[in-house]
């Protein structure tokens, strides 16, 4: 499924429409280049389960946030990370089992990010499209039916 996200409002309602489908065990892995997009998803997502003036600070050097909504979500920016296995120290299974997770730079992960994720996965690729963005958007385990529910 491809989005076209014209401006940085539409990057924040995309967040803000796959908030309520959201449910524990879940993760989001947000893909693209520098400067994407990727924070502003997280930070519309965040603040549809939290509050719409939540502070939602970029964890570009303590690599996580946890948020203490329902379902409780952490926000992970994995750009720093030396090595996969680093996840698990910074909570990435507790984080799975209370709530569900917002990664950025999941490719951190390695080759197979899903062998350190739950079964339910969302995965959004954003990529430049003239002055806006462009979200390629696709689904594994319960995220491919519930896709269709996705309001854009
Ligand atoms: N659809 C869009 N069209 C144009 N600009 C956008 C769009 N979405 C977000 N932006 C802008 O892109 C810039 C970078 O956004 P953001 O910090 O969310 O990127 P990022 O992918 O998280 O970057 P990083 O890789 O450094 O973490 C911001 O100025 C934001 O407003
Ligand atoms: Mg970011």
Redesign the pocket.
Known sequence: MKIA????E??TRLGQVIAPLLAAGDSVLLY?????????LARGLIRALTRPDEDVP?P?FTLVQFYDSAPPVAHF?L?RLTRPEEAFEIGLDEALDEGCAVI?WPERLGDDPGSFLGPDRLIIE?SQQG???LATVSGVGAWEARLKELNV
């Open positions: 996200l014209s401006d940085a539409a990057t693209g280049p520098l400067g994407m997009g990727k924070s502003t970029s570009t920016d750009y950025e954003i002055e806006g963005r």
